[in-house]
């Protein structure tokens, strides 16, 4: 999960993102990204080595895993679809409000909440 994370990431600087990003930035999002990762890699090691709080597979790493591709999926697809709007010269000023931005405000942030929460309920325990 931390490489579909980590592709999606490479995927949207290089080919969604309209801005250049600082070095520093760069480094934000790498860190906060970095400890996020690591926190649900050892919620999930802690629990696969308990037999006690761990019954795989339970219900949570199957609504995990569905949180996970479906925020993965829409976190893309909306980015793509601002991009196409943005790259139009006749929308220039304009604010996108079709696709996934038609139904929320945020579909980025809403996506990446739910793929990340996906990602922390894998290790099986609610």
């Not at 600082?22 to 990204?33: C, D, E, K, Q, R």
């Not at 308990?50 to 479906?70: K, L």
Request: charged fraction near 15%; proline fraction near 6%.
């Amino acid at each position: 999960m931390s490489v579909g994370g980590a592709a999606k990431h490479i995927f949207w600087c290089a080919a969604v993102a309209n801005e250049p990003m600082t070095p520093s930035a760069a480094l934000v999002v790498g860190l906060f990204n970095l400890a996020c990762d690591t926190l649900n890699t050892l919620a999930f090691d802690l629990c696969a080595e308990n037999p006690t709080y761990y019954h795989f597979p339970s219900r949570s790493v199957y609504v995990g895993g569905a949180m996970y591709a479906v925020g993965v999926a829409c976190e893309t697809v909306c980015e793509v679809q601002r991009k196409r709007f943005n790259d139009d010269p006749r929308n220039r000023g304009k604010v996108y409000s079709g696709g996934l931005f038609g139904v929320v405000r945020h579909p980025p942030y809403a996506a990446f909440t739910l793929w990340q929460t996906g990602y922390a309920l894998m290790p099986g325990i609610w």
